[in-house]
């Protein structure tokens, strides 16, 4: 699977968006990237998935650049509770092992 | 989404004791189930890797004598921790996927904390 890199934290202010990049410049033409977040003592919770094209759920935005070998996950208007650790991860899809690298400690500020 | 459950949430036990987690889809079928650690301050490391009905694939360094993993069914996977030493303490977590979509996404468990005295 393909190495991803993320800045170890940053800060927002709540309800301001919060634009989370991920680096992956060796990913593969068949590797999905995937967000998840972990809350501080829980599991990491799934958030969004894409291949090629842009996705929008109820939780956030993926915006991929066309040449893929970069993304950046949009929260649109953070709330206090977005606090955790966000991980990229790039892999071929969820029947293999996904790969956890550092992620970015998200903290919002009221 | 698809929604996966883990007992105990947490488990406190004696060295040279055995201590067994289950992980449960809930609603789903999860044909294959992963099991990781996860240290205090670190990121999750993969375990193992465990499809219905086959052996459990285990990641380099995971003694698979100490560390059993069964998913008998479709819907359970279970780790034991056979001799659990203090060293052994830490956040396990599963996960599980399923369906035939190649865009089938992984669904985490809430996590099992140990603690070995």
């Known amino acids: 699977d393909a190495k991803t890199t993320q800045p170890p934290s940053m800060d927002c202010a709540e309800g301001r968006a919060a634009n989370l990049p991920c680096n992956h410049s060796?990913?593969?033409?068949?590797?999905?990237v995937y967000w998840y977040r972990q809350i501080h003592s829980q599991g990491p919770q799934y958030i969004i998935h894409?291949?090629?094209n842009n996705e929008t759920n109820e939780m956030a935005s993926l915006i991929i650049t066309e040449d893929r070998k970069s993304s950046t996950l949009i929260l649109p208007h953070a709330t206090l509770r977005d606090t955790a650790v966000y991980y990229c991860?790039?892999?071929?899809?969820?029947?293999?092992?996904?790969?956890f690298g550092g992620g970015t400690r998200l903290m919002v500020k009221p | 989404g698809a929604v996966v459950s883990q007992h105990p949430s947490w488990v406190i036990c004696k060295s040279g004791t055995s201590v067994k987690i289950e992980c449960r889809s809930l609603?789903?079928?999860?044909?294959?189930m992963f099991w990781y650690r996860q240290f205090p301050k670190q990121s999750l490391m993969l375990m193992a890797t465990?499809?219905?009905?086959?052996?459990?694939?285990?990641e380099q360094g995971v003694e698979k004598d100490k560390f059993l993993i069964n998913h008998a069914s479709l819907t359970l996977s279970t780790l034991t921790v056979t001799s659990a030493h203090p060293e052994d303490s830490s956040f396990y977590i599963c996960?599980?996927?399923?369906?035939?979509?190649?865009?089938?996404?992984?669904?985490f468990g809430p996590g099992t904390r140990l603690l070995v005295l």
């Open positions: 060796t990913i593969s033409g068949n590797e999905y």
């Open positions: 609603d789903f079928q999860a044909t294959t």
């Open positions: 991860i790039v892999g071929g899809n969820a029947g293999n092992m996904l790969t």
């Open positions: 894409g291949l090629k």
């Open positions: 465990s499809n219905e009905g086959s052996k459990a694939t285990y």
């Open positions: 996960s599980a996927s399923g369906g035939q979509k190649i865009q089938e996404t992984q669904y």
